[in-house]
């Protein structure tokens, strides 16, 4: 292990377009001591050349192809290579503010018992133009519980960068729902280690959440108040297909269900509380399944979600919906899904 070193890992597939950029605003961090894995996920287009052309005498840099196994994989595969006494996670079509690595050393310095810490984020388009200057409550649903941060955290600071910086132990609350983001994430070595890998069976969503709660049920993690990243949106409805949609809402009740039979007593929820979390992911297949026409399907779950909670009006009128025909059902699950981000989006 190098002390004080930041092992950023790239996982990548088919991004030549972008990761030119993603990579140049690791190299442009105001603090000098990291290094940069790109694991290449098999990819078919110019990434490799790109790479080996740009960054190929730069030290910094080590570039890693694979066979195609999916991002969790690509991670997994960067853990045995990393040298840092840190690790951050970077997608390759996001982009770095100059500052993310400071800000997030100072924050760990800051909060020593944290083992990790996470920020906010801007969302921006194809061509980096903002769409959202704050994406993280947007993007995760779980924050519309937690609307101020002291009601996540239990130790409030502020930085030398002037932004808020939250921790505490938040395991159940990450049991309700995902609220990190992994392009914005820095772990010290030893927790990153302790957490182990991310789920390759997760191949199409899912992998991100799992891994987090694990890492917050180990002990106290922190949140600095700043936008530190740009995510680019423009890719999300390309490369997440209309299935992988319910593929993540099956993972995350998987994650859930499994959580729930292993860590109960570490769980600080009531049992009403846990059974709402239990509706809400039940609900989330159906809802997903719903916008898909699949009305048998989505028939299943809602009535599970039903069985947890009968007196949700939201759940009666999407289980009534599945009922509709489906060129009428399945839009209107899509209308609701668009109006609820809009809403956060305005908050």
């Known amino acids: 292990m190098d002390p ?17 950029e993603a990579v140049d605003s690791v190299l442009g961090q105001t603090y000098p001591n990291f290094e940069v894995l790109i694991i290449d996920d098999g990819s078919t287009d110019a990434t490799r050349d790109l790479i080996q052309r740009r960054y190929g005498s730069d030290t910094r840099v080590r570039y890693i192809y694979k066979e195609n196994g999916g ?57 980096g133009k903002v769409l959202c200057p704050r994406y993280l409550t947007v993007m995760y649903e ?30 159940s609350q990450m049991v309700l729902g995902n609220l990190v983001h992994t392009s914005t994430v820095l772990l010290r070595r030893e927790r990153a280690l302790q957490t182990g890998i991310f789920r390759e069976d997760y191949r199409r969503g899912g992998e991100d959440y799992d891994f987090h709660l694990r890492a917050c049920r180990l002990g106290p993690v922190a949140f600095t108040d700043a936008v530190t990243i740009k995510y680019r949106v423009e890719l999300e409805d390309q490369l997440t297909n209309k299935d992988n ?18 860590e109960r007593a570490q769980i600080k929820l009531t049992d009403t509380e846990i059974e709402q979390c239990l ?20 028939r299943k779950y809602l009535m599970m979600s039903f069985g947890v909670m009968p007196w949700q009006t939201q759940n009666r009128k999407l289980l009534a919906l599945s009922f509709a025909p489906e060129r009428l059902g399945a839009p209107i699950v899509k209308i609701l899904r668009h109006a609820r981000r809009l809403a956060r989006t305005r908050r």
């Open 4 to 20: 004080g070193m930041v092992s950023v890992i790239i996982p990548t597939y088919n991004r030549a377009r972008f990761i030119e």
């Open 71 to 127: 991002v969790s994989s690509a991670r997994n595969r960067a853990f045995p290579e990393a040298r840092g006494e840190f690790f951050a996670f970077l997608d390759s079509d996001d982009l770095w503010h100059p500052e993310k690595l400071a800000l997030q050393l100072e924050g760990l310095r800051l909060t020593p018992q944290a083992g990790m810490i996470w920020s906010d984020m801007a969302a921006i388009d194809g061509a």
């Open 142 to 171: 779980n924050y519309v519980r937690f609307p101020d941060k002291k009601d996540l955290f239990s130790e409030e600071t502020k930085t030398s960068y002037g932004s808020a910086l939250y921790s505490g132990n938040i395991f």
């Open 245 to 262: 949609h319910v593929a993540m809402a099956m993972a995350f009740l998987s994650t859930l269900l499994r959580t729930i039979e292993n």
């Open 279 to 298: 509706a809400d992911a039940y609900a989330w297949i159906g809802r997903e399944n719903l916008a898909l026409g699949r009305v048998v399907e989505a």
